[in-house]
């Protein structure tokens, strides 16, 4: 790639181990191996980014100190209470590079401006990234069904807000010509969005700790150079890991032992994602992707609001998911089932609805629509709520309501998209300007959506009919008609 931009990386330490970035087909930019290569699992990082050369809150107090406009937009987000959002100040950040660059007048900046302005010349284009919110209206109509249109409407709205309301920050940095209109638009503000989310790595998470405990406030959001511009493969060669002692970096390691051919494509793992999320956020979706789920939003049934709002407050406070996520089902291995420590309500998922539903989401789903009467003062945890539903004489009552209310928003879910799978099976290539990769990836999320919805439809069928015919469910339905 750019040489202006192995040059930054060096200056900062970063030393590629016989790596190459290129053009991967329908990805964008990957990495590659230059020379045909042995690599061993955990052992010989082919690349390791030290704390200088990543984007992240540190850096962006950095740049202010030698940038007055950067500076100038760094003191208006805290004076709006913004001092310490580290999504912010790397957009800000983002927004400022990219101005100067437009400006023509990138003289001005400063040295270390000028070396950061060659990561994010490398940087996806505007009009080439393909997260949803970039979609037109007739694409995101494509979306009818899979609650991704939604999500990207309410992911637009909140932008607009959080844009006007920025307003002021924005044109601190806003370094165009006199006399001439905004460079910084909303769409661009978008862009920088866009280029955050796809390419931010959380330290915290990684590491599994919420940073409350950490006295230096360790920065937790990141943009890796050259790291971020590894693809995703649910069968990875390689992971990142983080360096033990502060400041951290952060390297690219094996995942297993393996002989990697010449010029062959790297790639790291995003995580266990559902189609949806990786669409919403990255703009593809993978076939017959294992880690697939439909969400809904929990169907609260009270006899009043006041009801639903004291159900809505338990669940937040034993933080519980407020959506339930409908899983792929699994097979599982009876057998070795037995033998598993598990819960009763583990087991009871396992064996009948091979695992379409976590355990959390079957637990707020039964909060949700049970008239179980529920005491903060007595329950203080998911496993005593547990307890407390798997030992009441009504719990087959709770669960055959909770798959039957279930089974209705899916057998919804499946209607609506059915109610235009024929439309967007035939849509033809290239249609309207309709871009022909999101198509495709659009066809892959809906069917995947289909495909667990359809099994899970099946399956809670099934399970309805067994929980009908149990004695104590039989006797209270009849009792209650």
């Not at 302005?117 to 007739?138: A, N, W």
């Not at 939003?297 to 009270?302: E, H, M, R, Y």
Request: proline fraction near 4%; charged fraction near 25%.
């Amino acid at each position: 790639m750019n040489d202006p931009f192995m040059e930054f990386l060096k200056k900062r330490g970063v030393v590629p181990r016989a790596l190459e970035f290129k053009s991967s087909a329908d990805k964008g930019i990957g990495l590659f191996v230059a020379s045909s290569t042995s690599i061993e699992r955990g052992c010989s990082p082919s690349v390791t980014v030290p704390a200088t050369a990543l984007l992240n809150q540190p850096t962006v107090l950095s740049l202010a100190a030698s940038n007055p406009p950067l500076a100038r937009c760094v003191d208006t987000l805290a004076s709006i209470g913004h001092a310490d959002d580290e999504r912010l100040l790397i957009i800000c950040t983002l927004l400022f590079l990219k101005a100067i660059e437009s400006s023509q007048n990138v003289t001005n900046a400063s040295d270390d401006a000028k070396e950061w302005l060659t990561y994010v010349r490398v940087l996806p284009l505007p009009g080439i990234l393909d997260s949803t919110i970039f979609y037109s209206e007739m694409e995101l109509s494509y979306l009818a069904g899979t609650g991704v249109d939604i999500a990207t409407f309410a992911k637009l709205r909140k932008l607009q807000a959080e844009f006007e309301s920025l307003s002021e920050c924005l044109h601190c940095i806003d370094v165009g010509k006199e006399n001439e209109s905004a460079f910084i638009s909303f769409d661009l503000f978008c862009w920088a969005d866009a280029v955050f989310w796809s390419r931010v790595i959380s330290f915290k998470s990684a590491l599994g700790t919420s940073g409350e405990e950490d006295d230096d406030r360790e920065p937790n959001l990141h943009l890796v150079p050259l790291i971020d511009f590894a693809n995703h493969s649910e069968t990875p060669e390689m992971r990142w890991v983080l360096s033990e002692t502060r400041p951290r970096s952060i390297s690219l390691e094996a995942v297993k032992d393996s002989s990697i051919a010449e010029f062959s494509e790297l790639h790291i793992s995003y995580g266990e994602k559902p189609n949806a999320e990786l669409l919403f956020i990255h703009g593809f979706a993978i076939d017959d992707n294992p880690h697939d789920s439909v969400a809904f939003t929990l169907p609260l049934l009270g006899d009043d609001d006041e009801a639903i709002s004291n159900k809505m407050s338990f669940i937040s406070r034993l933080q519980l998911p407020i959506k339930i996520h409908v899983q792929r089902h699994r097979q599982y291995n009876r057998q070795t089932d037995e033998n598993d420590d598990c819960s009763t309500f583990e087991r009871l998922l396992r064996e009948k609805t091979f695992g379409i539903l976590s355990v959390q989401s079957f637990i707020s789903l039964l909060v949700a629509v049970s008239n179980f009467e529920f005491s903060v003062e007595d329950i203080a945890s998911t496993s005593e709520l547990q307890a407390a539903f798997a030992t009441h004489p009504l719990m087959n009552i709770f669960a055959l309501r909770a798959f039957t209310i279930l089974l209705d928003l899916i057998e919804e879910r499946l209607a609506e998209l059915s109610s235009v799978e024929e439309f967007v099976e035939n849509v033809g290539e290239g249609s309207s300007g309709m871009k022909l990769l999101r198509l495709f990836h659009i066809r892959t999320l809906r069917h995947g959506h289909s495909t667990v919805l359809g099994d899970a439809s099946n399956i809670l069928r099934s399970v309805q009919e067994e929980f009908a015919v149990m004695d104590d469910v039989a006797e209270y339905l009849a009792a209650n008609q």
